[in-house]
Each structure stands twice: as structure tokens, then as C-alpha cells.
């Protein structure tokens, strides 16, 4: 392995040498090796491009580069010798497929021949009869082109024909240890430019892989790694890590440069071995995190740059399989079996992992984090793939009402015959259905309901409402009552005796005169609830009692009067003021 040292100010790193690359002779490889070398050699123009290989077995390759709102499609022929009438019927079924049936979701606004011969007269007119008549411009494009491309990026025939694969092993080494000289301090300013130039040959060199660098004072999270397929941390002598990380240049790359190895995992313990093949089972089936204790792991990995290397009797982690695109926003409702909605929470995807096996594990939190929604498809069987889900409510008590109030009435509905759905963010469509066929309710009826009316009357308050500690059914009761009102309901029933305060300018000499024969009377009072040792205004409500008469024995205070029912016991109750 190659070092650094330290004189001084300076730092002397392991040669840097440059491969002076002559012509390639084509002819002398493998047909789909040399396609696979232009593929590569478009590819570092063209990171984006789309490979595709015919599936009627003649050879070559298409790729697809994007153009605008449609695709340059180049051709890819490994021919090497004259175009024979073997190798025109290829091109030719090859052109006819892409007129009649390209199967691309775009149009296509240019053809080109990529073959490393330079056409002759003769194969030139062929190849512009061919294409005579097309709305798009056709090119060949022969040995002449091969070679411009090979000289441009003279680092894609280094790495697959001169060996610079194994040159880029020795560099990524060498970057490692240029971390590390034990007996000489090193300043940053050495340091960074030492690793900068490393990193520069490393990026030239490689067609496949970009190498980054960081120092910090802790490991990364492996998290927050995004975008690499590969990342190496080693220990600094100053207590600090450096992370290499290896970040693919084109969308091909590890097709053309895997990352390969082998892993095991021992336990002596039947205890730990039993708690990881659970474990290891979450992790195959939906991508949940691996965790490989002190001691069991054995592995080998042959990585780009010679960042891979031998684990013995090791430790580690496998993250989840995080997937990069997940949808965003869900929602999760509850219907009766007369379709009605009642409960419907929106969610929010805090993760989805996908696992080997190809199942999947989604989690969504609601906006409160109240609610814990986790999703879980199995891998497809025969018979299709198992759904399961899991609900987690977190503590409501201190909450804000306000916050919780769906989430509450959501808990509250899982019991039959009512029927769970998770739904996209829009539209009808559902995603997947439950039906209760037993009581699941996280959560009391009339608790949700005392939310709901707390949420109803939070306007009216000077503070935040949260959700109880306990539940005082009485107070519920009463409070549920008068929010009904609020709501526009109005309440019934029947009354024996009442004795009411007087407004101003009202007597009960004039009251007694002018219900001498009965009626109707109307009753107006503002209702207060304490809450936290707050009261709180709920406004007036108007009590309507159907008959009345003047009892025969009135109270002292004549600012009061007592009131016995006429003919009609019942009385009715709404919110607002007594009207006209």
C-alpha cells in the first residue's frame, strides 16, 4: 500500500502517472464487450442515457439520449468487418422495429448507425436508401467516431483495455492512507490539498464513479449518505474520520462496475440467534434495519476504487432500504356499512422501506404525530401479496385539542361494522380496506366526542384547550349539550317549576297581569363553563316554555318570579338571544 509522508510544510504523494493510450484495433474484442465500451464512452457525455438491448437476439444495443421532449436513438453494432448482407439485414430489421414499434414514451428526433467501420461508397448509398424518406436526421457514424471518442475519454479505454481499473484500486488506497503518517503531524492545508489531488486522478480516471471526501469529528450518519452507492469511513489520527464517498456518474454504473461480495453472520448464543432471524426477517420482507452485533459478521466486498476489503469477527449495520420516491401523502378513514365517512386523518410518509424478497413497509405519521399508521405488504406469493397494518396511538392528554380532534374520532370508530381504508392524498381510489369485525377502538366514544366539543368552543377561549387528564362524564355531558345547540339543534322537555330573574323595566305586578290567562314564555340566560379554572362565555341560550301560569306563592325578591307549567309541561331550548 502506498503512503505519505511528511516534510516539513510539504506532502509527498504516491506517483500520479498518467497511460498514454494508442488506437484501439476493434476488431481484436468481443462484440458485446465493444458495445458495452461505447455504451460506457456515450454515457460520459450523456449521464442520463437509456440502454436498451433487443430481445430478438441479432446483437447490439440502442441507446436512447434525451433530447429535448423526445430521443436521439443511436443504433449500436459491434461489426468489425465490411457490412456483409448478414449484417445489413440486422440493421435494417433494427430500423424497421424503430419505425413500426419503438416502444418509447416520447418521439424520436434523430437515428444514427454507431458501428466501427467507416462505410464504403457502396455501403454508404445502402445505408442512404435505407433511410431515404425519414423525417428525422440520419447519420452513420464509423470507426472515425469510435476513435474521436476513444481519444476524448482516453480514461474509458484505460480502465477496459490497459489495465486502469487495478490503477484506480492502487489511487483509492492510497487515498486512505495519505490520512494517516503516525510519526509527522500534518497541517489541514497539506491534508486538503494532498486529498484533493488524490480525489481529482481518482475522478478522471474512473468512467464509472465519482470520489467525495469529508473529515468530522464523528462517523456520518449513514442516513444522510444520500446519493452514494458506497461510502468508506476510517479512523484519522487525530481522533476525527474521513468518509470517501463513491457517487455514480452515469445510470448505468453499477451494471458496468457491481458491487459484489459475500456476507455471514454467526451467533454462539441460540438466544441472539433467534432475536436476529426475527430481525433478519423484517429486514428481507419489508427493508427494516440490520443490526449486526460485536462479533458475527464475516464478510468480503470487491468495491469500485478498491474501497471493499475483509471483515472478520466484525459488527455493522444495514440501514433501511429507503425508498427514494415514495408518495408523500395519504389519508386514512373510517366508514359505517351505509358508506358514510366518519373519521378521516390525513397522513404524512416518515418512511418506506422496500426489502429483498419485494415487500415493502410504509410508516405515516398525522400532523399531531398522535397517530402512527404502519403499512406492511408482504412479498408476493401464488396466491398475491398479504396486507397487514399496524396502529399506534401516541398519549393524548396535554394535547391541543384542536390538533387531535380527527385523530381522536378516527380511534374511536375502529369497531364493526365499520371499515378502515387508506387512500391516496386525492380521489376516491382505495388503496387498501379493513373490516372490524371485533371492538379495535383505541379510544372511547364519549372521550372523542369531549374533544370534539372542546375543539367546537376553542374560539371562544383565551387559551389553548388540550385534552384532559381524566374524563369527568357529568361535566361531558353538560358541555355536550350546550355545544349541540351552538351546532343549531334545538333540545326538549318537560319542566314542573321554575323561578326566573327579571330584565330591567319588567315587573312582576305586570307579569302577573299579563299572563292573568297563560302562554308562552321565553327565557334568555348566558351559559358559563370552567374549564382549568377559566370560565368561558358560551353565550345566550333561550329557553321557550310552551305554557305557564304564576305560581300562587311568590319569592321575597320581586325582582324574581316563580313559574308553574300551564296545560303544556314542555319546554325548548336554543342558542341565541330571545327574538322580537
Same mark, same amino acid.
Given at each position: 500500500?502506498?503512503?505519505?509522508?511528511?516534510?516539513?510544510?510539504?506532502?509527498?504523494?504516491?506517483?500520479?502517472?498518467?497511460?498514454?493510450?494508442?488506437?484501439?484495433?476493434?476488431?481484436?474484442? &468481443?462484440?458485446?464487450?465493444?458495445?458495452?465500451?461505447?455504451?460506457?464512452?456515450?454515457?460520459?457525455?450523456?449521464?442520463?442515457?437509456?440502454?436498451?438491448?433487443?430481445?430478438? *437476439?441479432?446483437?447490439?444495443?440502442?441507446?436512447?439520449?434525451? =433530447? *429535448?421532449?423526445?430521443?436521439?436513438?443511436?443504433?449500436?453494432?459491434?461489426?468489425?468487418?465490411?457490412?456483409?448482407?448478414?449484417?445489413?439485414?440486422?440493421?435494417?430489421?433494427?430500423?424497421?422495429?424503430? /419505425?413500426?414499434?419503438?416502444?418509447?414514451?416520447?418521439?424520436?428526433? @434523430?437515428?444514427?448507425?454507431?458501428?466501427?467501420? =467507416?462505410?464504403?461508397?457502396?455501403?454508404?448509398?445502402?445505408?442512404?436508401?435505407?433511410?431515404?424518406?425519414?423525417?428525422?436526421?440520419?447519420? !452513420?457514424?464509423?470507426?472515425?467516431? !469510435?476513435?474521436?471518442?476513444?481519444?476524448?475519454?482516453?480514461?474509458?479505454?484505460?480502465?477496459?483495455?490497459?489495465?486502469?481499473? &487495478?490503477?484506480?484500486?492502487?489511487?483509492?488506497?492510497?487515498? $486512505?492512507?495519505?490520512?494517516?503518517?503516525?510519526?509527522?503531524?500534518?497541517?489541514?492545508?497539506?491534508?486538503?490539498?494532498? $486529498?484533493?489531488?488524490?480525489?481529482?486522478?481518482?475522478?478522471?480516471? =474512473?468512467?464509472?464513479?465519482?470520489?467525495?471526501?469529508?473529515?468530522?469529528?464523528?462517523?456520518?450518519?449513514?442516513?444522510?449518505?444520500?446519493?452514494?452507492?458506497?461510502?468508506?469511513?476510517?479512523?484519522?489520527?487525530?481522533?476525527?474520520?474521513?468518509?470517501?464517498?463513491?457517487?455514480?456518474?452515469?445510470?448505468?454504473?453499477?451494471?458496468?462496475?457491481?458491487?459484489?461480495?459475500? $456476507?455471514?453472520?454467526?451467533?454462539?448464543?441460540?438466544?441472539?440467534?433467534?432475536?436476529?432471524?426475527?430481525?433478519?426477517?423484517?429486514?428481507?420482507?419489508?427493508?427494516?434495519?440490520? &443490526?449486526?452485533?460485536?462479533?458475527?459478521?464475516?464478510?468480503?466486498?470487491?468495491?469500485?476504487?478498491?474501497?471493499?476489503?475483509?471483515?472478520?469477527?466484525?459488527?455493522?449495520?444495514?440501514?433501511?432500504?429507503?425508498?427514494? &420516491?415514495?408518495?408523500?401523502?395519504?389519508?386514512?378513514?373510517?366508514?359505517?356499512?351505509?358508506?358514510?365517512?366518519? %373519521?378521516?386523518?390525513?397522513?404524512?410518509?416518515?418512511?418506506?422501506?422496500?426489502?429483498?424478497?419485494?415487500?415493502?413497509?410504509?410508516?405515516?405519521?398525522?400532523?399531531?404525530?398522535?397517530?402512527?399508521?404502519?403499512?406492511?405488504?408482504?412479498?408476493?406469493? %401464488?396466491?398475491? @401479496?398479504?396486507?397487514?397494518? /399496524?396502529?399506534?396511538?401516541?398519549?393524548?392528554?396535554?394535547?391541543?385539542?384542536?390538533?387531535?380532534?380527527?385523530?381522536?374520532?378516527?380511534?374511536?370508530?375502529?369497531?364493526?361494522?365499520?371499515?378502515?381504508?387508506?387512500?391516496?392524498?386525492?380521489?376516491?381510489?382505495?388503496?387498501?380496506?379493513?373490516?372490524?369485525?371485533?371492538?379495535?377502538?383505541?379510544?372511547?366514544?364519549?372521550?372523542?366526542?369531549?374533544?370534539?366539543?372542546?375543539?367546537?368552543?376553542?374560539?371562544?377561549?383565551?387559551?389553548? $384547550?388540550?385534552?384532559?387528564?381524566?374524563?369527568?362524564?357529568?361535566?361531558?355531558?353538560?358541555?355536550?349539550?350546550?355545544?349541540?345547540?351552538?351546532?343549531?339543534?334545538?333540545?326538549?322537555?318537560?319542566?314542573?317549576?321554575?323561578?326566573?330573574?327579571?330584565?330591567?323595566?319588567?315587573?312582576?305586578?305586570?307579569?302577573?297581569?299579563?299572563?292573568?290567562?297563560?302562554?308562552?314564555?321565553?327565557?334568555?340566560?348566558?351559559?358559563?363553563?370552567?374549564?382549568?379554572?377559566?370560565?368561558?362565555?358560551?353565550?345566550?341560550?333561550?329557553?321557550?316554555?310552551?305554557?305557564?301560569?304564576?305560581?300562587?306563592?311568590?319569592?321575597?325578591?320581586?325582582?324574581?318570579?316563580?313559574?308553574?307549567?300551564?296545560?303544556?309541561?314542555?319546554?325548548?331550548?336554543?342558542?341565541?338571544?330571545?327574538?322580537?
Amino acid at each position: 500500500m502506498s503512503t505519505m509522508s511528511h516534510r516539513g510544510d510539504r506532502c509527498c504523494l504516491p506517483t500520479i502517472w498518467d497511460v498514454i493510450n494508442g488506437p484501439v484495433h476493434w476488431g481484436t474484442y &468481443d462484440g458485446e464487450f465493444l458495445e458495452r465500451v461505447m455504451a460506457v464512452l456515450v454515457a460520459q457525455d450523456h449521464p442520463n442515457v437509456i440502454r436498451r438491448t433487443p430481445a430478438r *437476439g441479432d446483437g447490439g444495443i440502442d441507446l436512447m439520449i434525451p =433530447d *429535448g421532449d423526445g430521443y436521439i436513438v443511436e443504433q449500436v453494432k459491434s461489426f468489425t468487418g465490411r457490412m456483409g448482407t448478414s449484417q445489413r439485414r440486422q440493421v435494417e430489421d433494427s430500423w424497421a422495429t424503430l /419505425n413500426t414499434k419503438p416502444r418509447l414514451d416520447k418521439s424520436i428526433t @434523430a437515428y444514427r448507425l454507431v458501428v466501427p467501420i =467507416d462505410p464504403t461508397p457502396d455501403e454508404q448509398a445502402w445505408f442512404e436508401k435505407l433511410v431515404i424518406g425519414a423525417s428525422i436526421a440520419c447519420e !452513420w457514424r464509423g470507426e472515425t467516431h !469510435w476513435n474521436s471518442l476513444a481519444a476524448r475519454h482516453a480514461h474509458v479505454i484505460d480502465y477496459y483495455f490497459n489495465g486502469g481499473r &487495478d490503477r484506480i484500486t492502487t489511487r483509492a488506497k492510497a487515498l $486512505l492512507a495519505a490520512t494517516a503518517d503516525p510519526t509527522q503531524p500534518v497541517t489541514p492545508l497539506s491534508v486538503g490539498a494532498s $486529498l484533493d489531488t488524490m480525489r481529482a486522478a481518482l475522478d478522471r480516471d =474512473d468512467p464509472h464513479y465519482r470520489y467525495e471526501f469529508a473529515t468530522s469529528t464523528t462517523p456520518p450518519n449513514p442516513l444522510d449518505l444520500v446519493g452514494c452507492v458506497l461510502a468508506n469511513t476510517q479512523p484519522m489520527t487525530d481522533g476525527g474520520f474521513l468518509t470517501i464517498t463513491v457517487v455514480p456518474k452515469h445510470s448505468y454504473a453499477l451494471e458496468d462496475s457491481p458491487i459484489k461480495g459475500t $456476507l455471514r453472520v454467526e451467533f454462539a448464543d441460540p438466544v441472539e440467534a433467534d432475536r436476529f432471524q426475527e430481525a433478519f426477517e423484517g429486514f428481507s420482507k419489508f427493508g427494516r434495519a440490520l &443490526d449486526l452485533p460485536e462479533g458475527s459478521l464475516w464478510a468480503t466486498l470487491d468495491a469500485p476504487g478498491g474501497l471493499g476489503g475483509t471483515i472478520e469477527g466484525g459488527h455493522g449495520t444495514i440501514v433501511p432500504a429507503v425508498a427514494t &420516491d415514495p408518495p408523500t401523502h395519504w389519508r386514512i378513514a373510517v366508514v359505517d356499512d351505509t358508506e358514510t365517512k366518519l %373519521a378521516e386523518v390525513p397522513l404524512t410518509t416518515e418512511s418506506r422501506t422496500v426489502g429483498p424478497l419485494g415487500g415493502a413497509e410504509i410508516i405515516m405519521i398525522d400532523a399531531s404525530k398522535a397517530l402512527t399508521v404502519t403499512l406492511r405488504l408482504d412479498p408476493p406469493k %401464488a396466491d398475491g @401479496a398479504g396486507i397487514a397494518f /399496524n396502529i399506534t396511538a401516541g398519549t393524548l392528554p396535554g394535547r391541543p385539542v384542536v390538533a387531535v380532534t380527527s385523530v381522536a374520532r378516527f380511534l374511536a370508530s375502529l369497531i364493526p361494522p365499520n371499515e378502515m381504508r387508506i387512500l391516496p392524498e386525492y380521489g376516491a381510489q382505495v388503496l387498501s380496506r379493513y373490516a372490524f369485525r371485533e371492538d379495535a377502538g383505541l379510544l372511547h366514544d364519549g372521550v372523542a366526542t369531549h374533544i370534539e366539543d372542546l375543539a367546537y368552543i376553542q374560539d371562544l377561549a383565551d387559551l389553548p $384547550l388540550t385534552v384532559p387528564e381524566e374524563f369527568d362524564p357529568p361535566f361531558a355531558a353538560e358541555l355536550h349539550n350546550y355545544v349541540r345547540m351552538m351546532r343549531g339543534e334545538v333540545t326538549t322537555g318537560t319542566w314542573d317549576e321554575v323561578t326566573v330573574n327579571l330584565k330591567d323595566g319588567y315587573s312582576r305586578e305586570a307579569l302577573v297581569n299579563e299572563f292573568a290567562g297563560g302562554g308562552a314564555f321565553r327565557i334568555e340566560q348566558t351559559r358559563l363553563v370552567n374549564i382549568d379554572d377559566r370560565d368561558i362565555d358560551l353565550g345566550p341560550f333561550t329557553t321557550t316554555l310552551a305554557s305557564v301560569s304564576i305560581a300562587e306563592e311568590q319569592p321575597p325578591d320581586t325582582s324574581t318570579i316563580r313559574l308553574v307549567p300551564g296545560d303544556d309541561h314542555t319546554y325548548t331550548t336554543r342558542a341565541g338571544a330571545v327574538q322580537g
